[in-house]
């Protein structure tokens, strides 16, 4: 079955950019989108189509998908972005989602 | 506002069937752009993608828990349901109910649920 690796957590300084990765095989060959979720929270969707965001979702938050990595990078990180990220892909109409990455805003 | 809202027992015995609701306000789940979703994640982990249904009925699952699970949908009460069967305490987990939504040439799931915890425990 197909996997999505995140590393389990980051740290950045609030105004620094944040970067978390996600790997899996020829993942760079879908769409991977990203999901924030805060303590006692339900997730939130912050990318789709790799790089693209929804309505409401600030421009410091992007992504990129190339080979076998996607990644969300947060510009000048605030400490409301302290959070678990996941990231997720189709594969063979199956949803798959990453292990997660805590974010940690020092 | 489309909004997501799971109900159901919130303990369930071992061996038993774990039935789950989410119904639709604010919006029509009669409608031919989305799927309807079940995501769980186990407390203190991560997200695992249960399967989803259209509005005719049609529904995937994740082959990994596709021998156990059913989903419904009930378009004239605009909610759809998940049944999942043969549980044991593996199965305990916050059950997320949730739209997916094409978005380009992709799903997403969104908007979720609040969620709703199901203990499985004797």
């Known amino acids: 079955s197909y996997e999505l690796t995140q590393p389990p957590s980051v740290s950045v300084s609030p105004g620094q950019t944040a970067s978390i990765a996600c790997s899996g095989d020829k993942l760079g060959d879908k769409y991977a989108c990203w999901y924030q979720q805060k303590p006692g929270q339900s997730p939130v969707l912050v990318i789709y189509?790799?790089?693209k965001r929804p309505s409401g979702i600030p421009e410091r938050f992007s992504g990129s998908n190339s080979g076998n990595t996607a990644t969300l990078t947060i510009s000048g990180t605030q400490a409301m972005d302290e959070a678990v990220y996941y990231c997720?892909?189709?594969?063979?109409?199956?949803?798959?989602f990453g292990g997660g990455t805590k974010l940690t805003v020092l | 506002q489309l909004q997501l809202q799971e109900s159901g027992p919130g303990l369930v015995k071992p061996s038993e069937t774990l039935s789950l609701t989410c119904t639709v306000s604010g919006g029509s789940i009669n409608n031919s752009s989305y799927y309807w979703g079940w995501i769980r994640q186990p407390p203190g982990k991560g997200l695992e993608w249960i399967g989803s249904?259209?509005?005719?009925?049609?529904?995937h699952y994740n082959p990994s828990l596709k021998s156990r699970v059913t989903i419904s949908v009930d378009t004239s009460k605009n909610h759809f349901s998940l049944r999942l069967s043969s549980v044991t305490a593996a199965d305990t987990a916050v059950y997320h109910c949730a739209r997916q939504t094409p978005y380009g040439s992709s799903w997403a799931f969104d908007p979720w649920g609040q969620g709703t915890l199901v203990t499985v425990s004797s």
């Open positions: 189509q790799d790089n």
């Open positions: 249904i259209y509005y005719s009925g049609s529904a």
């Open positions: 997720q892909a189709w594969d063979s109409s199956t949803a798959v």
